[in-house]
């Protein structure tokens, strides 16, 4: 029997993550070969479905609906245009041990028939609900599809028990309410499955976190007085897409005045001789994240710039040496300066500037590392986490600042820093 070919046959083997910390994590080239055992996706998926079924059963609900793309994906190992990511078009239940459904935009269902033998061909349907409200509910598809959905749970012997939706539009909540379904909260119940990652999902974060390292040493190279924040852009979504990458998410080119306070874009402002600038590189590879920021100056630097890097530096120092399996999110949090040691009011203004999160198929998975958050509601690091721990140092000078992340893999013992691009001292391109 071909286990990858039976997604509702799983076996406690299946739940294992088969880490191996010995030695370096690998960053494996991007294509499969017969001499190197790289990415094993049939295991990926297993695992990944075996660790939401666990999920399920840990919890009150006896469904899981979703209509979160990256739900849909780790469930169900199906993915189709990047252009997806926000029409609510595509959905995914998975009921008990049953083999997940998939209803997918039109083509996208007979693609998966033919070409994802991992899932139950009839279990791959064609279907669209509201598109943001494009399709009025007046229409009837979410009717349609909640009743087909109920029908599907009652077949499964789960009609007594809650659905846990991820999120949905409000037309199809009241369509869901209106067939008998009970919803409850099912992004917990995903994040709890998605908190610990197997070896093939580090494989493939360490991939992708590869491809940023070529990116920032092309940004050092081309930083100069006469190029725009949006041409380091171009630029690096260009290589990035060359290199493989799936989605570029986002790209923050942060200069000059515009560094403090943090404006989170960017636009087409020159560099000029002297500017601190940051950038924060967000893409994907086969799905996984980054998230990866480096700072710059341009030609020279001030005592006031250099100072704020230093600052910078010794905070997400302090905080990867915590990063081990048991201690809790607080511990990391307190070794970050408070809000207004920096220049902020309180915690929420400053949020996301001293910051942990955690990486995966989306950019913000658990556990979320903040004074905000963590110094009451904290959570345990387990080993097989992959996150991203990041800083912000406003320096003296009142515009400029420093802004450095690390991505990092919880190992048995501590953690190992996978954004490789140095970053120890302040890094001068083009120095004058």
Known sequence: MNRALTPNVLTPQDLQPNWNWEGRLPAWGHTSVDFERRVDHDRLRRYRLSR??????????????????????????????EWERDKMCRFCLLTGDDAPYVWDFGSAAVHHRKFSDWLVPDHCRAGVVGMRGTIP????????????????????????????????????????????????????????????????????????????????????????????????????????????????????AISGERCNPHPHNFTDRLFRPGDQAFFDILQSY????????????????????????????????????????????????????????????DELSAFGLQFGHGLGLALHERPIISRAVSLDNPMEIQTGMVFALETYCPAADGFSAARIEEEVVVTDKGCEVISLFPAEELPIANRY
């Open 52 to 81: 939401t079924r666990q999920a399920l059963k840990n919890s009150d609900a006896g469904s899981l609906l979703l209509f979160d793309v990256n739900n849909i994906r780790y469930v169900s190992a199906t993915k189709i245009g």
């Open 137 to 252: 509910p007046s229409f009837g598809l979410m009717k349609k599809y909640a009743e087909e959905i109920a029908g599907l749970i009652r077949d499964a012997g789960m009609a007594d028990m809650p659905v846990g939706v991820d999120y949905a539009e409000t037309a199809m909540f009241e369509a869901l309410k209106a067939a008998g379904i009970n919803v409850v909260d099912g992004q917990q119940i995903m994040l709890s499955a998605r908190e610990i990652k197997n070896w093939d999902e580090i494989q493939l974060l360490t991939q992708a976190a590869s491809m940023v390292d070529g990116v920032y040493h092309m940004i050092y190279e081309e930083l100069k007085p006469g190029v725009r924040e949006n041409e380091i852009v171009a630029l690096s979504n260009k290589m990035l897409y060359e290199m493989g990458s799936d989605d570029v998410e986002a790209i923050n």
């Open 286 to 345: 086969q799905g996984y994240r980054t998230c990866y920021y480096r700072t710059f100056n341009i030609g020279r630097s001030t005592p006031a710039q250099v100072d704020a890097y230093v600052k910078a530096r010794e905070w997400i120092d302090a905080s990867i040496a915590l990063i081990k399996p048991g201690v809790t999110t607080d511990v990391v949090a307190k070794a970050w300066p408070k809000a207004e040691e920096f220049g902020f009011p």
